[in-house]
């Protein structure tokens, strides 16, 4: 008998993953009269917008994210688990985890997210930084204030122009805003720091396969983007696709023609595509998926066939107003997770009215006040975008209001707490190139 | 010709580690009219009395260490090179960095510190944590947090007990506060976290080969400590001593019978020697060590025979009122850092006059409240411990007096930001056990 402290009786509703899909969904159902489980690889909820700024060592790990337990903590009915779910037995109506230990569910919601894809070139994890967890991050924080360590100890002209060399991968709102931050990073917040480097000298560049960065966004608003990127001093190559990456560089084929951009630090901002246990949960169920491993959902969030699942988040693939999939953003995750939620408080499996979005818009942040922001159609760009869209959020968001006014912060300061630049290895590790999820012992 | 940015004609003060010793010299030599190199393996100051609180959750990683580069921002005379330093070349008045490159010096201040000893255990390193760099502090939180997760996943009550039992070897200062704050953790700031385990069921265990816990302080007060562990619920075994470890506990001797205590946390504070370096210059000096590697100073803090070169901080053995070698602390280290600072800066080569401490007394914390103190013979325990001890401090230490209040709130209070709980890794790496000074790639 699957143990998870449910009383005799009572349903179980099993959330897989604890994004802002899943733990969403945990607090409304917090109260209800089911009972919980919430299972994650991870002890901690982690606040995606900002994941980019604890790599530019501007937020500090701890304000980036926030145990899972403590966000549940007097949800009574709730239990959480730090633990993998390695396949779905659909039949039995279970969970199946890591060791083999099984959740039994009434229902449940599948909310595991993305992860970074290098689109078969797995060998390029081992020299790029991807941008997904907690440890992608501190690990690129530690190679970029290691970065600058070398150039400053290093006695060669060209190594040290190596070292300050920032190449970044993918022109989506991830690579925007590492770009920007970076540019911020190494251009504005440094100065005086060092003796033998200038780190204004550092180059960072976005080289974005597509002709235009921001692709969801309107063309006028990824101009904007464009031109934000180059004021800050972020070289912008629209257009560019990358062939080969090593420890020492990038090859990109430009229109047919190689070329070589030597960087010690490359961050992977290209891809992304399902969590693998998503294809268990295909299989297992017959749905559809697309080309990212992204769940074909019915208008209702649930799975074709099996009204007891619910797919959520990042995961669900869903058309939107206009035929165009909804985006992967935070607002449509909370959303998706209070409309399943709300039918199993009325005693339902799962939702059956279909789930409509509320367009809360979508902000990319380039840095130093400047973004851009499209919301009901409405374009916006620099502070005003930030105004507005954090007002809108804060509006909604009680809970996340706090970091989002952290987040507020961050984008329209200068970079803060010296304590986040802290490298934690010593020098030999930052030569080093472990996957990105490897963590200090942990 | 080495490169430290020397201006022509100028002393060259080089000043290797940016402990409490190398940084307080940096600092006060920062307006002289030298030129300062500064050389670590990290690019960050540690304020060791929080480390262990790091590793409680308790403190972030940026609340207990600050880059130096911050520390000397507007010292315009000072090179800060985050390198390791090999060797010494005592005739050229030089020292060696690991790739080859020499920084010349007139004036050379060695304060490289102590790093954790197993007495020839290596492969307990493997299987143990220390607590003496940052990357030890995260790779121990993220070990206690994870032992709790694993805990909670687990559906086999033996299983259970081993990772809710916390062994830490060693009952100096660090053992006792890392014990202390273990128990604090465990047993008063969990309770709701968890649905399957009652934290409060967890046991800390402390092992010390000696006959009494914190041998340097009097019997009195180590009675005194050992019952505020009793209190906190922390079992204290004395005259114990470890003669295997691996990944799943600890085998003791006690009074030659042999006893095993089952642990997947397993705390090592049990010794340090000097940082390897250290050897090199007694080597190049002809320096005496004492066991530990410390090398044996005249009383101006000065290498015989070389008046050029000053040792101060943890590595320099020197008697004390009442011919006991002066203790490891802070204090000591930064007035060390001043008397030697001040001869450099009449344009000395180094201190001249004999060093003579200003006792400021020494401190070991138990955590909610209870701590011990010795002040010029004078002992205090409890709260008034901390108190006058705090006083003392912030009443000399300007600079530090800042991490100090923070270090009193963490006395006195509970555990404080859940961020500081977050482990960063997945399940996997909890149970994988690499060396502590293994960090996220950086």
Known sequence: MPDNGAAAGRRRVVIVGAGFAGLAAARRLGRADVDVTVIDRMNHHLFQPLLYQVAAGA???GECASPIRASLRHRR???????????????RREVVLDRGERIAYDSLIVACGMQTSYFGNDEWQNVTCGLKTLADAVDLRNRIFGAFEEAERSTDAKSREEWLTFAVVGGGPTG?????????????SRKGDYSRIAPEDSRVILLDAGQRVLAPFSESLSAKAANGLTELGVTVREGVRATAIDSRGVTI??????ERITSRTVVWAAGVQAVGVTAALARGTGADTDRAGRIQVQPDLTVPGHPEISVIGDIANLEGPGGRPLPGLATVAIQQAAHVAKAIKRGQPGATTPFRYLDKGALAVIGRGRAICEIRGLELSGRMALATYLGVHLFYLGGEGKRLKLLLDWITTRIGNRGSQVIEGELSSVERAPPGEVVPSG
Do not use: P, R
């Open 176 to 188: 925007v805003e590492v770009a920007g931050a970076l540019a911020t990073l190494a251009k504005h």
């Open 253 to 258: 084929d430009v229109g047919g023609s190689t």
């Open 77 to 91: 009915n709730s239990l959480v688990l730090m633990d993998e779910v390695v396949d779905f037995d659909i039949d």
């Open 59 to 61: 937020v500090s790990m």
